[in-house]
T-cell receptor
Framework: GAGVSQSPSNKVTEKGKDVELRCDPISGHTALYWYRQSLGQGLEFLIYFQGNSAPDKSGLPSDRFSAERTGGSVSTLTIQRTQQEDSAVYLC????????????FGPGTRLTVT | GDSVTQMEGPVTLSEEAFLTINCTYTATGYPSLFWYVQYPGEGLQLLLKATKADDKGSNKGFEATYRKETTSFHLEKGSVQVSDSAVYFCALTSSSNTGKLIFGQGTTLQVKP
């Protein structure tokens, strides 16, 4: 079946602009995670959605970052007023239920802020 | 807080050599432990996992044993191939019970023919 998909695959933006990154999880997966992979910080957790529960936003690095998940499926990560340090690969993952062992990762969106 | 430390790379080996990538962790409670692999140009994939102490995860010739006494989960393979060249990440599920993963910094493995 279809895996986790993310779009765009690459995004170049100017400092100060807003960007939206999209994640389509595997159908039926109730848990969705966003991570960031950067040279300086490695792989970091950003935010977690589980069904209709309040998201765990504990990993968001600043209030410029926000995310939503509509209808329990597609998720959008928004970065406002982008900074150069936001340049990274943003990864989305999903799994079937909270605490399930394997997370399935998408290919990522490479964000470059110039 | 919970954390994972893995050996720094890059690790360069000849084909058929023995591989060990060290991983140690700090966690409250009883985390599950994972090795993920990222092949060049591809996304992260689960390589193997272990969910409780003394469990051994294995896949594609790779093995790792969950050692609670030494808080370790070292990755081993008896005979590496060029196709094993990739970045390997050790990870654990955090104690927050959300299932979020905490990753080590990653170790790049390059296998030469």
């Amino acid at each position: 079946g279809a895996g986790v998909s993310q779009s765009p695959s690459n995004k170049v933006t100017e400092k100060g602009k807003d960007v939206e990154l999209r994640c389509d999880p595997i159908s039926g997966h109730t848990a969705l995670y966003w991570y960031r992979q950067s040279l300086g910080q490695g792989l970091e957790f950003l935010i977690y959605f589980q069904g209709n529960s309040a998201p765990d936003k504990s990993g968001l690095p600043s209030d410029r970052f926000s995310a939503e998940r509509t209808g329990g499926s597609v998720s959008t990560l928004t970065i406002q007023r982008t900074q150069q340090e936001d340049s990274a690969v943003y990864l989305c993952a999903s799994n079937q239920y909270q605490g399930s062992y394997e997370q399935y990762f998408g290919p990522g969106t490479r964000l470059t802020v110039t | 807080g919970d954390s994972v430390t893995q050996m720094e790379g890059p690790v360069t080996l000849s084909e058929e050599a023995f591989l060990t990538i060290n991983c140690t962790y700090t966690a409250t409670g009883y985390p599950s432990l994972f090795w993920y692999v990222q092949y060049p140009g591809e996304g992260l994939q689960l390589l193997l996992k272990a969910t409780k102490a003394d469990d051994k995860g294995s896949n594609k010739g790779f093995e790792a044993t969950y050692r609670k006494e030494t808080t370790s989960f070292h990755l081993e393979k008896g005979s590496v191939q060029v196709s094993d060249s990739a970045v390997y990440f050790c990870a654990l599920t955090s104690s927050s019970n959300t299932g979020k993963l905490i990753f080590g910094q990653g170790t790049t493995l390059q296998v030469k023919p």
